[in-house]
């Protein structure tokens, strides 16, 4: 019986429990379909629900900014981030139940002129949104929302900065107050940089103010990082250089192009004058044109180094050819002139003294289908495709509108337009051996779109030609660099206007490359309209193209080539 009653009694109590644990199962169950149902009505079927509660809560979706993605040089150094900052905007319709006094003190905290929101308030009645300020410090946003003022509302945003201020400007450009891109690679690399915005929910008390986030609806995608070609360093220093030439020769505009002969890669671009794109209040529009890659200019007898490669490469001269010039030559109706009569010359006294006459006589024995297929392999007359937006292309007649003067001053640089960076280009195809390189701001290891335009033992004949321009008895005594051998060629041409060339209104260039045994380097350099009395390229740019390439070849590291300057060069270097 004992065993009987106890069997029982143990099987009464596991059933009790089993029921127990039932009970409390189907409890826990009911409870959580009343909170899952709870929500769901609350956040999906009935937002009313908060609002009908003491403080007038209620549940709304927001807009979360992405972060735009940073422009950086080659190595890392940023040349456009951003920042977290606060907008604030009002709802016109709730302010105006504000003390005047602390929207006053409102008005006094963000630099607001007396009255401004007064007048808003004012202006339409049934408006519900107004931006009073954008993009401001956090601190300064904390502080207005002690006021604690009905209809003010605040807003998270990213603010564009530029630690480089105007150094690197003109290619990276700006955003507007939405942060779109509006200028240089800012705009031209709007949707890879800008990002995906993302949202969330939130809680919004009775004045509309954020009180609780409950949930993240999407996530924000930031945007992509844009790594460019170009040496911050190398920047820096082109741009203190132009902008001192700039002025000392009281000159309108200058553009400098730095340029890696091996791939292409654009390592400086740099124009004045610049302006600051952190601040651009009342500013022209003009300042913010690229120069280096929308402007065109005729590049005078820089060109004449490559048309003495073409008349190389297609047999049209002999290496030993000589040329009698008489300081001028005549084609059909026109004079082609010499600055002095240079008599009999050799190839390399038509780059040396820079010969019209003895480049022209070249030229004509080309035939034009030859001649302007050479200018249109070098890329004359299309856009390089370096990834700026409104590059220019330049121009270049067709040759079968040429005449044989148009191919004669086609031979040192008239009747043909061409941005810095297009003559940059051009020269890699001396520098590289007789490699034509495509060329890039951003930054690449190698270039897939190179091909041979001239002989190797063309192009190394014609940079030894080069050489002798940086002589003492040359036209650019003033580029040389000490401790390495340079190549270049200078150009001084009229300025074109309206009604024809215009006088005494020059632009003075220089096109060069070092070490000029193996280029690693090419730079150009235009001043525009110089006004202080000089204006050849030899005496107002070269000395540019020589401080530039000094600093820009140490910067790198590249090993001097003239062992007869480097005494010079290790005393500069001396403490």
């Known amino acids: ?107 006094k905290l963000l630099d607001l002129p007396n009255g401004k929101v007064t007048e808003l308030l004012k202006e339409d ?29 605040f807003e998270r945003e990213f603010k564009r900065f530029y630690p480089t201020g105007g150094v690197s400007a003109h290619l990276v450009g700006f955003t507007n107050v939405d942060d779109i891109g509006q200028e240089g690679l800012e705009a031209g690399y709007e949707k890879a940089l800008k990002g995906t915005p993302g949202s969330k929910r939130v809680i919004r008390d009775g004045q509309r103010r954020i009180i609780d986030d409950i949930e993240n609806i999407k996530e924000p995608v930031s945007g992509k990082n844009l790594e460019l070609s ?44 610049s302006f600051n794109p952190n601040t651009r209040k009342n500013l022209k529009e003009s300042l913010y044109r690229n120069r280096t890659m929308t402007d065109v200019f005729e590049p005078g007898s820089t060109v004449k180094p490559l048309v003495v490669a073409a008349a190389l490469d297609g ?19 026109h004079l082609v002139r010499d600055v002095h009569n240079y008599g009999t010359m050799t190839l390399t006294d038509v780059l040396k003294k820079s010969s019209n ?11 034009p289908a030859y001649f302007w297929g050479l200018y249109d392999k070098l890329g004359f007359g299309t856009a390089t495709g370096a990834g700026f937006p409104g590059e220019a292309s330049g121009s270049l007649l067709d040759y079968h509108k040429w005449h044989p003067f148009e191919q004669a001053t086609l031979s040192f640089g008239y009747g043909l337009n061409v941005t810095a960076v297009q003559l940059a280009r051009a020269y890699t195809a001396l520098a590289d051996d007789g490699i034509l390189h495509s060329v890039s701001l951003l930054k690449r290891d190698e270039d897939e779109d190179m091909r041979r335009v001239f002989s190797a033992k063309t192009a190394r004949r014609v940079r030894a030609m080069m050489e002798t321009v940086v002589t003492k008895d040359g036209t650019a005594y003033e580029a040389r660099v000490d401790g390495y051998r340079v190549a270049g060629k200078t ?30 380097l090419i730079i150009v350099v235009m001043i525009d309209e110089p006004s202080a009395g000089q204006y050849y390229g030899g005496i107002v740019s ?3 193209f020589s401080k530039v390439m000094a600093g820009a070849l140490r910067v790198l590291g590249v090993a001097p080539d003239q062992e007869d300057t480097m005494p010079v060069l290790l005393t500069q270097k001396a403490p």
């Open 1 to 107: 019986m004992l065993d009987f009653q106890d069997n029982r009694k143990a099987s009464t109590q596991t059933g009790d429990f089993s029921g127990r644990r039932k009970f409390v199962m189907v409890f826990m169950m009911s409870c959580m379909a009343i909170l899952v149902g709870r929500a769901v009505d609350l956040q999906v079927l009935n937002k009313q629900f908060l609002k009908d509660q003491g403080d007038m809560r209620q549940v709304d979706d927001v807009s979360v900014s992405a972060y735009r993605g940073m422009i950086k040089d080659r190595n890392g150094e940023p040349l456009a981030i951003s920042t977290p900052v606060q907008s604030i905007w009002v709802n016109p319709k709730e302010l105006k139940f504000a003390p005047k006094d602390q929207v006053r003190q409102m008005e």
């Open 125 to 153: 009645t049934t408006r519900q949104f107004a931006y009073i300020a954008r993009r401001i410090n956090p601190g300064l946003a904390d502080q207005v929302k002690e006021l604690k003022l009905a209809g003010v509302y």
């Open 230 to 273: 170009i040496d911050q360093r190398i920047q820096y220093l082109a741009y203190r250089e132009l902008q001192l030439a700039v002025e000392k020769h009281k000159a309108k505009s200058g553009t400098l192009v730095v340029l890696d002969a091996k791939n292409g890669e654009i390592l400086a671009a740099v124009n004045q004058p």
């Open 315 to 333: 047999d049209y001269v002999r290496p030993d050819e000589v040329f009698e010039t008489n300081g001028m030559f005549r084609v059909g109706r």
């Open 357 to 367: 006459v003895a480049v022209s006589q070249m030229a004509l024995e080309m035939p």
């Open 491 to 520: 150009g001084t041409a009229k300025k074109a206007g309206a009604g024809g060339y215009v006088d005494k209104a020059y632009q003075a260039v220089f096109a060069g490359m070092a070490p000029a045994s193996d280029p690693r």
């Open 542 to 544: 070269a000395p540019v």
